[in-house]
């Protein structure tokens, strides 16, 4: 039997356990690893950036065979320009090339496509490629793709927090009326529902300032594969770990009420 034979097998297999009906229909990736990836290589970091996008596509691929609606995926962060110059000057060529290369097929596959993040350091040239897909794609309702750049969590939290105190100092609003949902209009993915299911590759259990208010009741799942290994097979490994959780968003299973018992409390 052929390699893509066995590896086809072993997706259907893991197909046929995933209910179809569980899928989460937004899911976050920290795609991380790719520097990891080409170092343990002898490769430079760049050969894991390039490889990370084959992956990308891959994992869209899988997503919208699932029927996951919405995938969010944190391309730059704003910490990431702390990197050497030459390594944010590739990635900000990278995702030109890509949009370049990519969009018209994502628009005929009717995804829309929509960039997070402050877009303002970027070069004028990646500002009007990232402007025109979002227009161009703008009205398909298949699928969303969300790419975070020089997104930070906490930057969007307290930018919602500004523009509420603005409002209100303004007069239209009073402070009263401030509720999750106003605030939640304020953030940067408002209109997008909250990812059910973060995947974080490469072991690294963290968050990383990605999508803090957003991802309050997410489930969590750490690869320990770096991300240009990722593939359908461990995204699916993800899916079905997904839903053997019990989600109960901080209450419990239904139970009668007289079945709780005080047992007291002594210091
Ligand atoms: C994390 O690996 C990866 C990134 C910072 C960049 C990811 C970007 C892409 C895959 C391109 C996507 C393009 C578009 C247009 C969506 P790392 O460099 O932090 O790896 P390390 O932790 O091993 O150093």
Not at 24 to 47: C, F, Q, V
Request: proline share 3%; charged share 30%; hydrophobic share 35%.
């Amino acid at each position: 039997m052929s390699l893509e034979k066995v590896i086809d097998n072993k997706i259907n297999d893991l197909l046929m356990k995933i209910d179809k009906q569980k899928v989460p229909e937004h899911i976050a990736i920290i795609m991380d690893g790719n520097g990891r990836w080409a170092t343990k290589k002898g490769l430079p970091r760049s050969y894991g950036h390039n490889k990370g996008v084959s992956v990308l596509k891959e994992i869209i691929k899988a997503s919208k065979k699932l029927g996951c609606k919405t995938l969010t995926v944190y391309a730059f962060s704003t910490e990431n320009w702390t990197r050497p110059t030459k390594e944010v000057d590739f990635l900000i060529n990278l995702f030109n090339k890509v949009l370049k290369n990519e969009i018209e097929e994502i628009h005929e596959e009717s995804t829309k496509i929509k960039f997070i993040g402050d877009l303002s350091p970027f070069p004028k040239n990646l500002k009007e490629i990232i402007s025109s897909s979002e227009s161009l794609t703008k009205n398909n309702n298949k699928f969303l793709f969300n790419v975070c750049v020089n997104y930070g969590g906490r930057q969007e939290i307290v930018k919602a927090a500004k523009q509420l105190a603005l409002k209100s100092s303004a007069g239209e609003i009073k402070p009263s009326e401030i509720n999750e949902e106003l605030f939640n209009s304020q953030l940067l993915t408002r209109g997008i529902k909250d990812p059910e299911l973060l995947i974080r590759t490469s072991g690294e259990k963290r968050v990383s300032n990605f999508l803090l208010w957003q991802l309050a009741y997410s489930e969590i799942y750490i690869s320990d594969v770096l991300w240009p290994d990722f593939n359908e097979f461990e995204f699916l490994k993800a899916i079905i770990d997904y839903q053997s959780r019990n989600r109960r968003f901080g209450g419990i299973e239904s139970l009668p009420n007289e079945s709780f018992q005080d047992s007291g409390y002594s210091s």
